[in-house]
């Protein structure tokens, strides 16, 4: 079972990139997946999150408004589109998967690097 985050890079303040999830190994269409980010020295944090059916959505405060998680469980694969990006914005991040009523996140993956310039 591997999650496999893509779609990090180098963008200026106000641009925007989207970051990927691709699961494979099972199928995740009955697991919350979430997006979490880290910077160095400070906890992970919650980003945003979103439901197996029908896709309720929960973000950070920090992100309202700028980010869109989304999920396609056709391709086993998760979303976060990342819109005015701000330099407070950058960090690792991370998805990962966890069923409903778990209290642990299950499963991780890799991180990729989200760098925002101002």
């Known amino acids: 079972v591997q999650l496999q985050a893509s779609g990090g890079g180098l963008v200026q303040t106000g641009g925007s990139l989207r970051l990927s999830c691709a699961a494979s190994g099972r199928t995740f269409s009955s697991y919350v997946m979430y997006w979490l980010r880290q910077v160095p020295g400070k906890e992970r944090e919650f980003v945003a999150a979103?439901?197996?059916?029908?896709?309720?959505?929960f973000y950070a405060d920090s992100v309202k408004g700028r980010f869109t998680i989304s999920r396609d469980n056709a391709k086993n694969t998760v979303y976060l589109q990342m819109n005015s990006l701000k330099p407070e914005d950058t960090a690792v991040y991370y998805c990962a998967a966890r069923q409903a009523g778990v209290a642990n996140y299950e499963y991780w993956g890799q991180g990729t690097q989200v760098t925002v310039s101002s």
């Open positions: 979103i439901s197996w059916k029908p896709g309720s959505t």
